[in-house]
């Protein structure tokens, strides 16, 4: 158990619809990242926030935003939901997200768009 | 062409064989070599971790990096089934926390 905690594991939804998925960083973590896994592009990158802060942005949709909360939980918002967005989004949380720092990740919500 | 590639496999081995598993990337900035390991519908979990050029072993496991040539390397020694996994090499350097990973490879370990 990596100590990062995502909820739902699974969200079946139809396309245009928005969801919330939502992670809860590893005890004393202050940094938490959202990353994206399809089988055709693999684990991307979308975004990082640092104590309640953006830090650094991948390649997120404008339908997708997220945000850290003062009790640094993070929670990722999908938007006008299209067939694509189906994937596993894997969130991930280090101590105070330096370059050299190593990612825990949670086991993932898998998002299917029906 | 992408920062980090990865041959995707699948890679079949039988029991006890040693496994080489590579990626290569372009971006010489990176500094930090990570190789995951991602069991089936599971979160990637951090297998080994190196700075710059070198090689680096934890029991099994050796990884290797070859700054020069932009290509690391891990190696499993004595295989076993429960290494079946996908095996994620990711990488990091200026670009704040984030890594970029590899498509990631596949591996099969038969009894």
């Known amino acids: 158990d990596s100590g990062v905690t995502q909820t739902p594991k699974h969200l079946i939804t139809a396309t245009g619809q928005r969801v919330t998925l939502r992670c809860s960083p590893r005890?004393?973590?202050?940094?938490v990242y959202w990353y994206q896994q399809s089988l055709d592009q693999g684990l991307q990158f979308l975004i990082q926030?640092?104590?309640?802060?953006?830090?650094a942005k991948g390649n997120i949709l404008e339908r997708f935003s997220a945000q850290q909360f003062p009790d640094l939980h993070s929670e990722l918002n999908l938007s006008s939901l299209e067939l694509g967005d189906s994937a596993l989004y894997f969130c991930?949380?280090?101590?105070?997200?330096?370059?050299?720092?190593?990612?825990?990740f949670g086991s993932g919500t898998q998002l299917s768009v029906l | 062409q992408k920062e980090v590639e990865q041959d995707p496999g699948p890679l079949s081995v039988p029991e006890g064989a040693i496994v080489s598993l590579n990626c290569t990337y372009s971006?010489?900035?990176?500094?930090?070599f990570m190789w995951y390991r991602q069991y089936s519908r599971k979160g990637p979990e951090l297998l080994m971790y190196?700075?710059?050029?070198g090689n680096k072993e934890d029991g099994r496991f050796t990884a290797q990096v070859d700054k020069s040539s932009k290509y690391i390397s891990l190696f499993i020694r004595d295989s076993q089934p429960s290494d079946s996994a996908t095996y994620l090499c990711?990488?990091?350097?200026?670009?704040?926390?984030?890594?970029?990973f590899g498509q990631g490879t596949e591996l099969s370990v038969k009894p």
């Open positions: 005890s004393g973590d202050l940094s």
């Open positions: 990711a990488m990091s350097g200026n670009q704040g926390g984030k890594l970029i």
């Open positions: 190196t700075y710059s050029s």
């Open positions: 991930a949380s280090s101590v105070d997200g330096s370059t050299n720092e190593k990612l825990f």
């Open positions: 971006n010489s900035a990176f500094q930090y």
């Open positions: 926030y640092y104590n309640g802060e953006e830090r």
